[in-house]
C-alpha cells in the first residue's frame, strides 16, 4: 500500500503542463492589443501551448499581447504570430535585473502558425 501512495504522489508532482517545454533562446516582437508599437523580447523556453519570454518591462498578468516569434528551421528564417495572454511573473527581487521572465499562453494562434510552429518543436526534439 505504501509504494501505491508513493506512485500516486511522483505523478501528481511529476509534470502539470500539458506540452512539453523545450529551452531555446530566440528573438521576439510584442506589441500591446491596442498598439502596433514593436518591443524586443527574448524567447527562454517553448512549448505548443505557451512561451517564458523575457520582456524590458514588467506586463501585468491577464494583459494581452501580440507577438511574432522568430526561428530558423533549416535554411529558412521563419516567423509566427499569435496572441498570448500573460499567466504569470516571476518575482523581481534585484534592482538591478534588466528583464521581467513571464510566462505567456496562447490564446489565438492560426492552423498556419501552428503547424510551423509544431514543425519547429519536431526538429528541436529530434
Known amino acids: ?3 501505491e501512495e508513493k506512485s500516486h504522489i511522483a505523478v501528481v508532482n511529476l509534470e502539470r503542463r500539458s506540452y512539453p517545454r523545450f529551452s531555446v533562446d530566440l528573438p521576439v516582437e510584442y506589441s500591446f492589443q491596442d498598439s502596433s508599437i514593436n518591443h524586443p523580447a527574448r524567447i527562454g523556453n517553448i512549448s505548443e ?3 517564458l519570454v523575457y ?10 499581447l501580440k507577438m511574432r516569434l522568430f526561428f530558423s528551421l533549416g535554411p529558412t ?7 498570448t495572454e ?3 511573473n516571476d518575482i523581481h527581487l534585484e534592482d538591478d535585473w534588466k528583464d521581467y521572465r513571464s510566462g505567456v499562453k496562447f ?7 501552428l503547424n ?4 519547429f518543436l ?4 529530434d
Open 77 to 83: 528564417l521563419n516567423s509566427i504570430e499569435m496572441l
Open 86 to 88: 500573460v499567466v504569470w
Open 122 to 125: 519536431k526538429s528541436l526534439s
Open 55 to 64: 520582456f524590458p518591462e514588467k506586463i501585468d498578468i491577464g494583459k494581452k
Open 49 to 51: 501551448g505557451g512561451l
Open 1 to 3: 500500500m505504501g509504494n
Open 116 to 119: 510551423k510552429l509544431k514543425n
Open 107 to 113: 490564446i489565438d494562434i492560426s492552423e498556419e502558425n
